[in-house]
């Protein structure tokens, strides 16, 4: 297959170095006139795909994102946050729609976020979180390889499609040092965690043996206003908002002595790109390298809303996990040093900036019904 995308993106290498290249009479004249790096982003519907679609669309880039099912309600609400991303449709278990999303896009990187992401949904439906957040992967790097026509035989030349793999702290599991660096082993505790680990060597598999420009960004534990509502900090502030508005007087939650490195994920998103941007791909570990309790993170919560969480919060044995994390901790050395990158919001920014948002939200006619969260 003639790797089109190759044409395009060393014709727009080619114009952005100011280079003459003989063959540039064969790119449509429309060709020419588009030299804005273009990104494909999987997961776009997810929390950090619509801050990654802001940044880059900020940096000038031209973002499509890869979307899947029918009448999916998260592209609406996509559709109102960031109006300028196109869509393509796809899945990540379906290895046609990729070659076919890669082919019709022709990127110049490609951001692989989309996953199950949930840790407990993992144990529900392992096979599933296995197929979609582990093989996805594969099909996602196969997709570029072949729109690529890179083989054992064939390395990529320059203008390479460049690869991001959102790898997770959850790979280290039951951590074997603290702080986590690039080089602390893996043990993980969940099958996500798992799928995650062999996303992430097969990135660096794919890296070594076709050359490809593929990096794993190994993310601590990121939030914001846009997190699920089933995930611990979104769970706390939506519970913070719903108990000082009157709708609840209970909030259940289970381990409160787990740890986390608990940031911003406006701030992570920049991380990937400059990732992308680096002259040799290498993984980083990307973090604030501060750990916290969920007890911290009540403390902070509902004293911010002037309750206290004593009064209000149940534990309850529905939310224990088969298996904990129990502490996780960056170190964000390498990332600071090579990258350049540091994250701007503290934890105590963070989880003010939720509630409050939770209690607008909820205030300004949102139903709490709607945001129930997680029912496991
Ligand atoms: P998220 O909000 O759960 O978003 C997940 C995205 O994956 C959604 O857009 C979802 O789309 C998409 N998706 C699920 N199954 C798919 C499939 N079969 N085909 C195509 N798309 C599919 O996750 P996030 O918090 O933004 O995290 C982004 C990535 O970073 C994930 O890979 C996550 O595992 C990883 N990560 C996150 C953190 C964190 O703290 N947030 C830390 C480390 C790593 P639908 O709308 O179609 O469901
Ligand atoms: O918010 P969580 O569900 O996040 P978790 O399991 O750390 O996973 C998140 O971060 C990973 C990076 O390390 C990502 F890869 C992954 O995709 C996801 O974004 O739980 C955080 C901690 C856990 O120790 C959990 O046991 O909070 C504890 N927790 C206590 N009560 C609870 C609850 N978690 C949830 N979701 N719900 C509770 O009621």
Redesign the pocket.
């Known amino acids: 297959m003639l790797p089109r995308h190759g044409l395009v993106s060393r014709a727009r290498s080619a114009a952005r170095a100011g280079a003459r290249w003989s063959w540039c009479s064969r790119v449509p004249a429309t060709w020419e006139a588009d030299l804005s790096r273009r990104a494909l982003i999987t997961g776009i519907t997810g929390q950090d795909g619509s801050y990654l679609a802001e940044y880059l669309t900020g940096q000038g880039y031209e973002v499509w994102g890869l979307v899947r099912g029918q009448q999916n309600p998260r592209v609406r609400q996509l559709r109102q946050l960031l109006g300028e991303v196109k869509l393509v449709r796809g899945d990540l278990l379906d290895q046609g729609s990729l070659i076919s999303a890669v082919e019709r896009v022709q990127p110049d990187e490609v951001y692989n976020l989309a996953a199950i ?4 949904m993992s144990w529900q439906q392992a096979e599933l979180t296995g197929d979609v957040t582990g093989l996805g992967v594969l099909r996602v790097l196969e997709a570029i390889r072949v729109c690529s026509g890179i083989s054992a035989s064939r390395s990529p030349g320059r203008g390479q499609i460049r690869f991001y793999q959102a790898s ?3 790979m280290f599991g039951m951590v074997r040092e603290s702080p986590q660096t690039e080089q602390t082993p893996f043990h993980p505790r969940s099958p ?1 965690g798992v799928a ?1 680990a062999y996303g992430h060597f097969l990135t660096q598999n794919y890296r070594e043996s076709y050359g490809m420009f593929a990096v794993s960004g190994i ?3 990121h939030e914001s206003p846009r997190r699920g509502a ?4 979104r ?1 706390i502030s939506l519970g913070v908002a719903k108990v000082k508005l009157g709708y609840e007087r209970q909030l259940r ?4 002595s ?1 740890r ?1 490195d608990w940031g911003f994920a406006g701030d992570y998103v920049t991380a990937m790109n400059l990732m992308l941007g680096q002259d040799e791909p290498v993984d980083y570990v990307v973090g604030t390298g501060v750990t916290h309790s ?1 007890e911290d993170l009540l403390e902070q919560a509902f004293t911010f809303a002037g309750l206290d969480w004593r009064d209000h919060v149940v534990t309850d044995a529905a ?1 224990i ?1 088969p298996a ?2 129990d502490k ?1 901790c960056a170190d964000p050395a390498a990332a600071r040093e090579h990258l350049g990158w540091e994250p701007k919001i503290t934890f105590e920014e963070l989880v003010g900036m939720m509630v409050e948002a939770d209690l607008e939200l909820l205030s300004s006619g949102g139903d709490a019904e709607d945001w129930v969260g ?1 029912a496991w």
Do not use: I, M, Q, W
């Not at 992401?117 to 407990?120: F, G, I, L, T």
């Not at 089933?230 to 900090?233: D, K, L, M, S, W």
């Not at 939650?253 to 409160?256: A, P, Q, Y």
């Open positions: 992401s949930y840790v407990p997770s702290s959850e996500y995650k993310l601590f534990n089933e995930f611990v900090t769970k939650l289970g381990n409160l787990a986390r969920v939310f996990r904990e994390v996780l997680d």
